[in-house]
């Protein structure tokens, strides 16, 4: 699905260039704090976990336990899933295997 035009505009494509150019974990944080709360970052970080755990097949009440997420939010991501531009597609699954790369590796030391 492509992106909805009503989300584009020069200010947008400016953050999103901006955000390219962020080369390290620090990095992102040092731009972000600046750039945001930390109820926003915290926002987003949430709704990704949520994503990804939807993406897995969790139910809503084990993401709600898991996340502190309103079943709204839960609901929101949902249909971002489903409905959406596809983005958090674009990272869910690299995220995924990462987490299960992460578990394998400390079962096995």
Known sequence: MSTNPKYKSKQLDELFEAILMLKTKDDCYKFF?????????????????VAKLLKIRKTYNEIEKETGASTAT??????????GADGYD?????LIAKDRDTKRTRVTR
Do not use: F, G, K
């Open 33 to 49: 704090e600046d750039a945001c709360t930390v109820r926003e970052l915290n926002s987003i970080a949430q709704r990704l976990e």
């Open 74 to 83: 839960i609901s929101r991501v949902n249909r971002s899933l489903h409905y």
């Open 90 to 94: 674009l990272v869910l699954d690299h």
